[in-house]
């Protein structure tokens, strides 16, 4: 089963920033989207950051402006940098693919997971 693997994880203080990648285990026919997704205890994941194989990004609300993310094509890999960073933004960060096969099947993976800490 195709891993993705998440680094860049960890804690930083208010106002700091924070760079997440994450690769994939294996190459994929396509990759529709790359994307982050986040959630802290109790309450539902969440879709922090996207962008498609066109290079259209979306963003929550609550990151627009301090958050970015970017893909690499060539190597399959996403990367969020998340700068102005709040405490509010602690969670555990998943990566996620969306992917097509040959045969048109839609497919999602995720990684593990990496924790994110905002704390002074």
């Known amino acids: 089963q195709t891993q993705l693997m998440e680094s860049g994880g960890g804690v930083a203080q208010p106002g700091g920033s924070l760079t997440l990648s994450c690769s994939a285990s294996e190459s994929f026919y396509r990759i529709l989207i790359m994307g982050w997704h986040r959630q802290v205890p109790g309450k539902e994941r969440e879709m922090v950051a996207q962008?498609?194989?066109?290079?259209?990004?979306m963003y929550a609300e609550s990151v627009k402006g301090r958050f970015t993310v970017s893909r690499d094509n060539d190597k399959n890999t996403v990367s969020l940098q998340m700068n102005f960073l709040r405490p509010e933004d602690t969670a555990v960060y998943y990566c996620k693919f969306n992917t097509s096969s040959a045969e048109n099947e839609s497919s999602n993976h995720w990684g593990q997971g990496t924790q994110v800490t905002v704390s002074s």
């Open positions: 962008v498609s194989d066109s290079g259209r990004a």
